[in-house]
């Protein structure tokens, strides 16, 4: 992929948020419900885990890895900040940054549907390739999508 996010410490224009093909996810914004429902992740952490564009590959290939799709949901960042916390893995907070450390997390009561989410789209993976590959493929399709 040959795409320029920003420098680190910069704020996203946008974030996103991955599901699964097994949570039959509208896609169109219209369609959404007020509420999505929750993740188990999301429910045992008490927020919604959510990436920046430079993220999502590393996110797809880990947390997605046995799913042949996934539902690729664009937040506008400035809709949702007053509720991000920039957090590692092990919830210590940081200011806004675009590197893989540091993630956006959602604290607004688990809440996030058609109020939040701009555009939602769909990736599929080709399933002939090793995962990395395959997810590298897809990512390639939605490349004006993703925009940090």
């Known amino acids: 992929?040959?795409?320029?996010?920003?420098?680190?410490?910069?704020?996203?224009?946008?974030?996103?948020?991955?599901?699964?093909?097994?949570?039959?996810?509208?896609?169109s914004v219209d369609n959404l419900p007020e509420r999505l429902p929750v993740s188990d992740i999301d429910e045992r952490s008490g927020f919604i885990h959510l990436s920046t564009a430079v993220q999502i590959p590393n996110t797809l290939k880990f947390f997605f890895r046995d799913d042949p799709e996934v539902y690729l949901l664009r937040i506008s960042y400035d809709q949702v900040e007053k509720n991000i916390?920039?957090?590692?893995?092990?919830?210590?907070?940081?200011?806004?940054?675009?590197?893989?450390?540091?993630?956006p997390h959602l604290y607004n009561g688990l809440k996030l549907g058609r109020d939040e989410v701009q555009n939602v789209t769909v990736l599929s993976?080709?399933?002939?390739?090793?995962?990395?590959?395959?997810?590298?493929?897809?990512?390639?399709?939605?490349?004006?999508?993703?925009?940090?």
Request: net charge neutral; hydrophobic share 30%.
């Open 125 to 148: 993976r080709r399933t002939g390739d090793n995962v990395a590959e395959g997810w590298d493929v897809a990512l390639q399709a939605v490349e004006d999508f993703l925009i940090y």
């Open 85 to 103: 916390r920039w957090e590692d893995p092990k919830a210590e907070v940081c200011g806004p940054r675009g590197g893989e450390g540091m993630f």
């Open 1 to 27: 992929m040959s795409r320029t996010f920003c420098n680190a410490g910069s704020k996203p224009t946008y974030i996103y948020k991955l599901i699964s093909h097994t949570s039959r996810t509208p896609t």
